[in-house]
């Protein structure tokens, strides 16, 4: 393998550094001259395009429309709602203030636009009629991370989409949130061939100013945890905030309940993390910017007729609705070739030469098995050729599937706890009184955290909420009664 | 009609605020609490999506690839090509200026991006092999305006897409540029139904640091002028000074040559004035968000039929592929859904009432000319939508072609151009000597300018820099030998 293509990290020994090398040389993204900021190229905007389309699909399919509101948030509506002021307080960049700018106050870059939004909403909502109101924006947001900033998993701008909604009474709102966090799984599930656990963020950790937070966690090889999406129910704090009301049936004057989702280019982090190897990207065939390549292989004597057939196998594929590329470049040899779209996580490579041509067959190599198939009737490949690829989705969903649940311990005791993070990859799960003093003193220890507290099938939303306990047993940490499971791990 | 739905201004007595109140009214978008910036409702939004999906399309046919560069441009790169600081500097937007900040340098807010792009081809480019590189981002992008800011026509932050390309050739890179410019031009002529001028911008209103800035004019009702796109030929000044080189065939080091090319949320604002009349928008049927409405008509005793028979006739324009609103609102009348589709500019209106159910019929309305059609064959209706919304927009197109026909007036002195400015509307067509201080004058006295020096067959882009005269005859305005024919006009 060349020099240019070759990855020169293993994965298992340092995943920081093959992660950053990956994604460079995989033409995901790179630097740019501005500290924080990445530049996202063609090949990683591929993929975004790909998972905005389908995920766009599901929230238009739901009642959502998109709109697009102002890149710079006024302070006052910032600072309405005291909380949120206080949340992101340090990750806000400003606008330089300026005569010329003739603004009456100062203005942020928006990190986040409820504020903007809830604002928008009380001017637009006037009747139970406009309700529920599921607005969403995809845009490109900033806060001003200071610690380490990583293309895709942590950059100071990052592109989103943004779900805010309105909604008539708790229970239409609580449907939203739980709708949109199940989207959320959907994508990552079944497109980004990823499991993941879908919870709670403890109270201490919610969005700030919500009711509560849910969220959808996926655990990476390096045994960290990735928030891969958020759902916050924010009952109707903001509302109030921002007096949005509405007349009911009744003609009775009643405040809105408010939610908000998010979804980020983070995710393309966890794509790369989960699936990748020491070649480089795997890319799950669903959202796959290139499903399959065809690579010619010819002498000088039978270049044109193999080239000929080649494509003739690229343009069926095409025709099948498959994401192809047909590799003819000339100045480059197959091998180097092979290596190029191993690096890119190209799933299904086709090879072509005068044997295959002759057979009227085609040689096929999976990218993550690494499943060499040869002389596959051509014919008979092509019609097959979506079962081949949904093989491969489920079979690189399966092999993390095990991986996630081998992953997940019980520890009963703080010092179980301690332990089992100290020499594991993965989630610890115990037994939680909800208390934050007992997260921190593990956290003061292991800079591991709760990541997620996981929907158990027999408890409702809002008992995250409430006093009572909802679990039998005690706290592993402090010994008081326990209020529900919580997943410790280390996160990005 | 209500006072809610009604457009209170007649569109020839104050264009203006007619268009204030249209853009609102319609729900295209609002203003916001941020000085200059709009807030795009979803109806507007979709618009924007429907254009940013057919002109992606063309783009992606023709080679471009999509990326994302950072929002923030340091100062350094934008300094480097002075001739950009000169041009962009009063409507420049900074970033605040903060020790946390841990910035080098200011960051501004990207007004365009060709520094940061040219800087990252710099670093991307090394052979031939990867020319024409194509790159185009879809973005948003802050221009400081300290004058009257209008919804869509002129805000602080807008949104568009900017191509950014290198070629080895001058040739190559003209062919791009006019490319380039007639997909705007197609877009604005085949979807948006508005005739257009295309031509180029006079030397001293070009792009800073450009060769040439091509631009496609469109002619708006109250006789100005609307920039609709620019595609600039930039030379090799910007790959000059960001040193953007490669290797050639024969191994030795070449210079590039550079373009770019802009088409932003502005044309909404052209759709809007271009087509709409005094009661609201009217929207070309092939880029309207909603093709057609169905409204079913009904009384108390039959309100089910009609409903279950009106629904079908909706279906059935959906399976053809049509963008159709089926309005089953209870809470309102038919005259008010009437208004309220008109106001939209919805192409096609659908009336379905009892006798129309009972003949198996429609009654359509035409939203461009009124023409209202009662008891259509369902069936053939339907067979035939796509027709009838096709001579729509054909008819809708050779309205303004007539008027832009008829709005192109000669002119062969100073005082005649002054006069036909001051009495009529639309461009003056004049002989020019190419010298700045000519345009001046005309200028100082009524406010118009040369807005483009429209394409001759028989000429060649580069004559735009060239010394010779071509064209026989003398410059309206000075007399010295004429160089190009001239169009001045007001403009937006």
Known sequence: MTQELGVTVDKHKDVHEWYSEVVRKAELADYSPVKGCMIIKPYGMRLWELIKEKLDGKFKATGAQNAYFPLFIPSDLLEKESEIVEGFDLEVAWLEE?????????LAIRPTSESIITDYMSDEIRSHRQLPMQLNQWANVVRWEVSDTRPFLRTREFLWQEGHTAHATDESAEKEVMMRLDQYREMIEEEFAIPSITGYKPEHDKFPGAKYTSTIETLMP???S???????????????AFDVTFEDENGDTQTAHTTSWGFSTRVIGAIVLAHGDDDGLVMPPNIAPIQ????????EDNQEEVEEYAEKVAEDLEEKGLRVEYDDREHRTPGYKFNEWELKGVPLRIEVGPNEMEDQAVTTVRRDSGDKQMGLDREQFIDEVEQRLDEIQKSMYSELEDYQQENIREATSKQEILGTIGKSRGYVKTKWCGKEGCETEIKDQVAAEIVVLPFEEDSEPEQIQGDEDHLEGECAVCGDSAKRW???AKNY
Chains 1, 2 share one sequence.
């Open 98 to 106: 300026d005569g010329e700018k003739d603004q009456d106050q100062r």
């Open 222 to 224: 390096d045994g960290r």
């Open 226 to 240: 990735i928030q891969s999406g958020t759902s916050h129910h924010l009952g109707q704090h903001f509302a109030e």
């Open 292 to 299: 399959a390549v065809v690579v010619p292989i010819y002498q």
């Open 486 to 488: 919580a997943y410790f």
